[in-house]
């Protein structure tokens, strides 16, 4: 199942540059995504959405970008902070209804360095 | 701030066995699922539930699992009779909407 897809396994980034998280999608009918911060042994928490007829969502540090004819969608964080240091993982649903599943991504390791 | 809850956090159980994985989604909230990340997987969608019934399930989740909300508070998965392949993470998750919160998973060992 590549339907949603991260490329990058890791990513190190510098404390108070900006992480760029990049995630791709191949299924015409999501039309929302989320972003999803994990911590060992915890679940995923809920970040940032965005619906698939905006281009930019933004939540302080956090801001989710959508290309939707590149199929395309990024996460910035800025400034990074060690705090952030996290799997992140990309999801998407076709919101046919509420309720609808979400299709992951493999997941991106960021790691912050102070 | 309200945090789904799922117990027990570690099950170790032998092949054939029958488990039950508990989930107490946040109160105020309609939709309620399961997903499951094997080791060194992608999370997987098994199945949402709403209204007391089922609304959407994976290919993943055959007649040996199943879903209940025995009262106002309580979700569970049941596995029937657990195969190796079934050890991996299961979290639950609820959502009024679209955003699902979800909770610190259960480590299901299957020996």
């Known amino acids: 199942d590549q339907q949603v897809k991260q490329n990058s396994p890791s990513l190190s980034v510098q404390e108070g540059r900006i992480s760029i998280l990049n995630c791709d999608y191949t299924?015409?009918?999501?039309?929302?995504f989320l972003w999803y911060k994990k911590y060992p042994a915890e679940g995923p928490t809920f970040l940032i959405s965005i619906s698939s007829i905006k281009d930019k969502n933004e939540d302080g540090r956090f801001t989710v970008f959508l290309n939707k004819s590149a199929k395309h969608l990024s996460l910035h964080i800025v400034p990074s902070q060690p705090g952030d240091s996290a799997v992140y993982f990309c999801a998407a649903s076709a919101r046919e209804t509420s309720g609808s599943r979400l299709t992951f991504g493999e997941g991106t390791q960021l790691t912050v360095n102070p | 701030e309200p945090e789904v809850t799922q117990t027990p956090s570690h099950q170790v159980t032998q092949m054939g066995q029958e488990v039950i994985l508990r989930c107490v989604p946040i109160?105020?909230?309609?939709?309620f699922y399961w997903y499951r990340q094997i080791l060194g997987q992608k999370v997987e969608f098994l199945v949402s539930?709403?209204?007391?019934?089922?609304?959407?399930k994976s290919e993943i989740f055959d007649d040996q699992f199943s879903v209940e909300r025995p009262d106002g508070s309580n979700f569970t998965l049941k596995i029937r009779s657990t195969k190796l392949e079934d050890s991996a993470m299961y979290f639950c998750a609820s959502s009024v909407f679209y955003e699902q919160y979800f909770g610190p998973g259960t480590r299901l060992t299957v020996t």
């Open positions: 299924n015409s009918m999501f039309d929302y």
């Open positions: 109160s105020n909230h309609l939709y």
């Open positions: 539930f709403y209204n007391n019934e089922i609304s959407e």
